[in-house]
Structure formats: structure tokens, C-alpha cells
């Protein structure tokens, strides 16, 4: 963490085979955009990279669809971008994307991606291992909430993260009424604003019976 500058990210690139074998690359919090997101993008030298973390950096909309056609994620099951600038756009870039096909988890906590990033998501059929979706402070709110829990297409999630969202009854009851998220094992969903009404719903739903976590 905030030692890689962007001219490392340049270096990185150019180094060949050196870097075949690395399947772990984190970039975290070192003020990376979008310029050195392209740089990393066109790199051919991580074709086993497995999991990459670009959290807490500048990364936008531009950022996440550059990604999102490169053919370095082919082979990420993990992919953070906690804390940056990826909004609804960004989001749509992921669902879109066929190069994600074997994403396990990913990470877009602290991006202002709102309702319209969580619909798109929802309905994406390019997540087919997709089993671990990290949407905290996101501003999805309830619109959001319930469009995940009307997925038809993410039912091998068993675990989602929806803190701070400002989720209310509403949103509770619907992932409570979803049958879609009967593979939860984890449910986050602590510092919203869920009242009794949504906490009852969620304690009694038939559907979510596999949970383990529950905060």
C-alpha cells in the first residue's frame, strides 16, 4: 500500500514472463486512475492472475470499463474495488462483461454505484460463479435491495454484504420474500434503518434457512 507509484505500474507491465506465474496482484490504496488502469489492462504478462485488488484508489466509470473488456480478469475469482469512484455505469461495465465468467467475489463496497448499478448487476447472466457480492455503502437503498432479491440469474450467492444502504422495512422484507437468496449462508445488513417489522420478516422467512451470519 502506497508504495507503487504509477511509473511502477508501467514497469510492472513490461515485465514478460517474469510474472507468469503470479496469481495475487494488490495495488491497493495507491492513488491509481484510470490512466494506470489501462496500462495494467493491456498487460500480458499475468495470464494466471487470479485475484486483484484496487481498492481505495481513483478508479471511475472509465476505470471499470477498461477492466471489464481486458482479458487480464479472465481468470479472477476475486476482484476489489472497495473505495473508488465507480457509479452505475461501472457497474453495468461488470454485469455486461464476458470476460467474468469465472468471478467467485466481487468487492464494490464504498462506490456510488445506487439503484441502477444493483439492478443491472441483478439481472446480469455473466456471473455464472458469482457466489460473494460486496455492495455496502453503495446508496443502493430499497430500489436496489429489491431488484437483488428479484435476481433470476445470481442464485449461487451465499453471501451479501448491504451495510449502510439505508434499507428499510421494505427492503428487508424483500430479501425476507425472496426465494432467489435461499443459498445465503452470511447476510450483512446491520447500520441501515430496519425496524422491527423487517427484522421480524427476516427472522421468519422460509427461505432463508442456510444463513450462519446474521448482522
Known amino acids: 500500500d502506497k508504495n507503487i507509484t504509477p511509473e511502477h505500474v508501467r ?6 514472463e517474469a510474472l507468469g506465474e503470479v496469481k495475487q496482484l494488490y495495488l491497493s490504496n495507491n492513488g491509481l486512475s484510470n490512466a494506470e488502469v489501462e496500462i495494467l489492462s493491456k498487460s500480458r504478462c499475468l495470464p494466471k492472475l487470479e485475484k486483484l485488488f484496487l481498492n481505495h484508489n481513483q478508479i471511475d466509470d472509465e476505470g ?3 477492466l471489464a473488456k481486458s482479458k487480464l480478469v479472465r481468470n479472477l475469482n476475486c476482484l476489489m474495488l472497495e473505495g473508488n469512484q465507480i457509479g452505475p455505469e461501472g457497474a453495468k461495465s461488470f454485469a455486461t462483461s464476458l470476460n467474468l465468467k469465472k468471478l467467485e467475489t466481487l468487492f464494490l463496497d464504498s462506490n456510488p454505484i445506487e439503484a441502477e448499478g444493483a439492478e443491472v448487476l441483478a439481472k446480469s447472466a455473466n456471473l455464472p460463479a458469482l457466489t460473494a457480492l460486496h455492495l ?3 446508496e443502493i437503498g430499497d ?3 429489491k431488484a437483488i432479491a428479484a435476481t433470476q440469474t445470481l442464485n449461487g450467492l451465499n453471501k451479501l454484504y448491504l451495510c449502510s444502504n439505508k434499507i428499510s422495512d421494505e427492503g428487508a422484507i424483500a430479501l425476507a420474500q425472496s426465494p432467489n437468496l435461499k443459498n445465503l449462508n452470511c447476510l450483512s445488513i446491520w447500520r441501515n434503518e430496519i425496524r422491527d417489522g423487517g427484522g421480524k420478516a427476516i427472522a ?8 450462519e451470519r446474521l448482522y
Not at 204 to 211: A, D, G, I, W
Open 143 to 145: 430500489q436496489g435491495v
Open 204 to 211: 421468519e422467512s422460509p427461505h432463508l434457512l442456510k444463513l
Open 11 to 16: 514497469l510492472l507491465c513490461q515485465a514478460g
Open 136 to 138: 455496502d455503502n453503495t
Open 64 to 66: 471499470a470499463k477498461t
